[in-house]
């Protein structure tokens, strides 16, 4: 009989259900983790809102992960460069390589792709991170890490702080001098501000919330030059100040508000460009100033995770310890309490306000 294993699964919406599901057998190319901790995503608590009908249920919600191999076909070990026991992140999506998109070299569109959004009604059933153990399916995007960096560190790389090199860096072409305002002080408020640092950007400004507060200390250490609390200060007039009139060079929108993705326009200066980061959920419609936009030439630039370049660039990181990025994990909670977290995460809770919350196997 096959060795089970426990997951947290979303069987409707606002309803998580811990369930039992058998460890898969493992074939040549493929692998099995061993889950250490999944970070909670600024996605997972819309998903299990309901928010987004691009998430079929049942499903084992968690990309943002660490682990050990426990398990690795011979060809998987190969192709990946890992053994039994190694700590590792995974891509969240794994491409076919062999559609359209993959062959254009985009593979986050891959029209085959498979991983953690897979519903788990389909086997090997275990896709998702919220659980004790996660399949690896053939494709998988493997990276070996330190066993020098603690988990909340290592929980990080493969989506927030990779999502704030290729969102701030590689999409929003930050570079030397910069002024980049950052509008938002969670988890990717957080990565964006160590990435514009990265890049020579200056000023560095972030925006939060009186609520936020305890937040704006810790943002200065990831390299904000300035904070700005925009329920008591005037946004517009303090960005203008800062940057002889002319406004933000690039706007990184992380605020997950509508509001705030309407007002990036405002701030940002002729011919500058506006990063839209935030999934606000399918029935939201954003009023966009769009005569702005045509008329200033303002570049509005959408993202979504990832790619290769900035995973590798955010190990680098992570393991170099020059920023304190294990203190973005503010909550840890154990697996079976994942609907708590969730809770938590969407702000549900009254008095908790996690930057990004854990789950911990
Ligand atoms: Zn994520
Ligand atoms: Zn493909």
């Known amino acids: 009989m096959a060795e089970k294993e426990w997951s947290a699964v979303l069987v409707a919406p606002n309803k998580i259900e811990m369930q039992q599901f058998d460890i898969p057998e493992i074939g040549p190319e493929e692998g099995l983790l061993k889950i250490?901790?999944?970070?909670?995503?600024?996605?997972?608590?819309?998903?299990?809102?309901?928010?987004?009908?691009?998430?079929?249920?049942?499903?084992?919600?968690?990309?943002?992960?660490?682990?050990?191999?426990?398990?690795?076909?011979?060809?998987?070990?190969?192709?990946?460069?890992?053994?039994?026991?190694?700590?590792v992140v995974a891509d969240s999506s794994q491409p076919c390589l062999h559609c359209y998109y993959c062959r254009m070299g985009m593979h986050r569109w891959c029209e085959n792709r498979v991983g953690w959004r897979v519903p788990c009604d389909v086997p090997p059933y275990i896709w998702g991170g919220y659980g004790e153990y996660q399949y690896l399916p053939p494709g998988s995007q493997i990276y070996k890490i330190s066993e020098s960096i603690s988990s909340e560190e290592a929980v990080l790389i493969n989506a927030v702080i990779a999502n704030g090199i290729q969102w701030v860096r590689l999409a929003g072409g930050a570079s030397i001098g910069d002024a980049v305002l950052i509008m938002g002080m969670g988890a990717q408020g957080m990565a964006a501000t160590i990435a514009a640092k990265e890049s020579g950007a200056s000023p560095i400004i972030v925006t939060g919330l009186t609520g936020d507060e305890p937040r704006f200390e810790l943002v200065k250490r990831f390299g904000a030059d300035y904070t700005i609390n925009a329920e008591k200060e005037d946004v517009l007039q303090v960005v203008g100040d800062l940057t002889d009139g002319r406004l933000a060079d690039i706007v990184v929108e992380v605020a997950g508000s509508p509001e705030v993705i309407a007002r990036t326009i405002d701030l940002v200066r002729v011919q500058g460009t506006v990063v839209c980061c935030s999934i606000v959920g399918s029935d939201v419609r954003v009023p966009l100033d769009t005569d702005k936009i045509a008329q200033r030439e303002i570049r509005f630039q959408g993202v979504f995770t990832n790619d290769h370049k900035a995973m590798r660039a955010a190990i680098k990181l992570v393991e170099s310890g020059k920023y304190p990025v294990g203190e973005i994990i503010s909550h840890r909670f154990p697996l079976h309490q994942a609907e708590e977290a969730l809770q938590a995460s969407g702000g549900d809770i009254p008095g908790i306000k996690p930057i990004r919350s854990a789950l911990v196997p």
């Open 36 to 87: 250490e901790m999944c970070a909670v995503c600024g996605t997972d608590p819309k998903a299990y809102h309901g928010k987004l009908d691009w998430f079929k249920l049942p499903m084992i919600l968690g990309h943002e992960v660490v682990g050990r191999i426990a398990a690795v076909g011979e060809i998987a070990a190969r192709r990946w460069g890992v053994k039994k026991g190694d700590r």
